[in-house]
């Protein structure tokens, strides 16, 4: 199974690329370079140290970030899940965060918070913390009642039906939600270097687009996907270790 997923991913990657090449080759754009135009750019910002001085500051903001909305996120994910009545108090409000376009609340934050750090770790946490709370706040809800009221049968007092029930029994989907949270981060920290202040990984893209150097512009995204991607498979791969249980049909060992 672990050898034909991997193929079945590889041969995705193969079509990919490949559709990539053939689209630059004929070309569909001339600011679409081909493939292999991409990958000597991004080669070469590999070797001359540029890119791993890009990613210094674009993982500032993003390790921020994620930090504090998987800290805060998971903490009101399982407040709200467990009150109704703070689930009727914060739930709208993550809704609308979710919901609200990011590119229009930019400018309020640089106004409040200027163009520094601080505009962009709030950037990620909009993007990131609503995914968690509203992850967080399903999986407790809808533990099974029967186990609930299995605990309470052997005189479990309300903190160990949460600690030991509720939490356990929710960990998994908690966990995916920390998963797409994460990677709605990414998708922030980019954002708020094209939109703020143009540094890290949104500076090479802004610089490389103003003077159409266009391999090096794809490089720079295309190395953020990857990265995201890497990432993402590590925490499926911890997530599949943790939770064996719940991959053969169980909520969890």
Avoid: H
Wanted: proline share 5%; net charge neutral; glycine share 8%.
């Amino acid at each position: 199974m672990i050898n034909r997923s991997l193929g079945l991913k590889l041969l995705s990657a193969i079509l990919v690329f490949g559709a990539w090449e053939i689209a630059g080759r004929i070309p569909v754009s001339f600011a679409f370079p081909t493939f292999l135009e991409s990958m000597q750019a991004l080669f070469v910002m590999t070797f001359d140290g540029s890119i791993f001085t890009a990613y210094g500051e674009t993982l500032k903001p993003l390790a921020i970030g994620v930090g504090i909305s998987a800290f805060f996120g998971i903490g009101i994910g399982l407040w709200v899940g467990l009150s109704e009545r703070f689930d009727w108090l914060f739930s709208p409000i993550f809704i609308v965060m979710q919901a609200a376009p990011l590119a229009a609340l930019i400018p309020i934050l640089v106004m409040a918070y200027g163009i520094g750090l601080t505009s962009k770790v709030f950037v990620v946490c909009i993007m990131a913390m609503p995914v968690i709370v509203l992850n967080t706040a399903s999986a407790v809800r809808n533990t099974p009642a029967n186990i609930k009221d299995m605990g309470r049968s052997f005189l479990a007092s309300d903190r160990d039906i949460i600690l030991k029930i509720v939490i356990p029994a929710a960990s998994p989907v908690i966990f995916s939600g920390l998963r797409l949270g994460i990677s709605a981060g990414f998708i922030g920290a980019i954002l708020s270097e094209l939109k703020i202040t143009p540094t890290g990984v949104g500076d090479i893209i802004t610089y490389s687009r103003s003077i159409a150097d266009y391999p090096s512009m794809y490089a720079a995204i295309f190395s953020i996907i990857v990265l995201a991607v890497l990432f993402l498979n590590l925490l499926e791969q911890i997530e599949n270790v943790l939770f064996e249980g719940n991959n053969r049909g169980y909520v969890s060992d």
